[in-house]
């Protein structure tokens, strides 16, 4: 915010700096003008520097928490697979129990 403060103030100095109508205050607003454009070019700049590596920031960050859900799903399929696997075996347990009490009954 400070530096498109900054831009502003050199645009309307630049601006009063033309309105002289002289020679040297021409080439003195030129220059200027000439320096506001290169600032403004290396301000975009950086700013678009920044832009990029916060985007590559949060495409990191990203996959990153893809990779954390995919771990978390697989440990989830496989606890709920074992849970599966332990209460088929408890019930074909309980099943074969029940049917040698009743075999014994007989």
């Given at each position: 915010?400070?530096?498109?403060?900054?831009?502003?103030?050199?645009?309307?100095?630049?601006?009063?700096?033309?309105?002289?109508?002289?020679?040297?205050?021409?080439?003195?607003?030129?220059?200027?003008?000439?320096?506001?454009?290169?600032?403004?070019?290396?301000?975009?700049?950086?700013?678009?520097?920044?832009?990029?590596?916060?985007?590559?920031?949060?495409?990191?960050?990203?996959?990153?928490?893809?990779?954390?859900?995919?771990?978390?799903?697989?440990?989830?399929?496989?606890?709920v697979?074992?849970?599966?696997?332990?209460?088929?075996?408890?019930?074909?347990?309980?099943?074969a129990?029940?049917?040698?009490?009743?075999?014994?009954?007989?």
């Open positions: 915010m400070k530096k498109i403060a900054f831009m502003v103030a050199a645009i309307l100095a630049v601006s009063f700096a033309s309105c002289g109508g002289n020679k040297a205050n021409n080439e003195e607003a030129t220059k200027n003008e000439q320096q506001l454009k290169d600032s403004v070019a290396a301000v975009a700049a950086a700013a678009s520097e920044a832009a990029a590596d916060k985007a590559v920031e949060v495409i990191d960050a990203a996959k990153q928490a893809g990779e954390e859900l995919k771990q978390a799903a697989k440990d989830k399929a496989e606890e697979t074992n849970a599966a696997k332990d209460a088929a075996k408890q019930a074909i347990d309980d099943a129990n029940a049917a040698k009490s009743q075999l014994e009954k007989k």
